[in-house]
């Protein structure tokens, strides 16, 4: 059973690399020019909050769990399941 609370890990931390690569890429050429890391930056920080929308969720009921912080949900709060997962 996959974990939301790890899938949640895994996009906050994919969030900080793209955001970091788009200010190495500001810090290296500067704002006028775009420099390509800065779009790939865009890009991860987009993906990672697509890819938690669609992994964040409940795994017996698939609702949509809270993205905002890194505090794990210990039970859904829409069915009650224990999300505490095995792995
Ligand atoms: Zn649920």
């Keep these: ?5 790890h899938c949640r890990y895994i996009m906050l931390i994919l ?3 793209g955001l970091m690569l788009s200010g190495i890429s500001g810090w290296i050429s500067g ?3 775009l420099h390509p890391l ?3 930056g865009i890009f ?6 697509i890819f938690g ?4 969720r409940c795994p017996i009921c698939q609702r949509q769990l809270h ?3 890194i505090t794990p949900d210990d039970f859904c709060p829409f069915c009650g399941e224990k999300l505490k997962a095995d792995l």
């Design 1 to 5: 059973m996959r974990n939301p609370n």
């Design 15 to 17: 969030i900080m690399l």
């Design 31 to 33: 704002v006028e020019n």
């Design 38 to 40: 800065f779009i790939i």
């Design 44 to 49: 991860i920080s987009f993906g990672a909050i």
């Design 53 to 56: 929308v669609l992994t964040i």
């Design 67 to 69: 993205l905002k912080d």
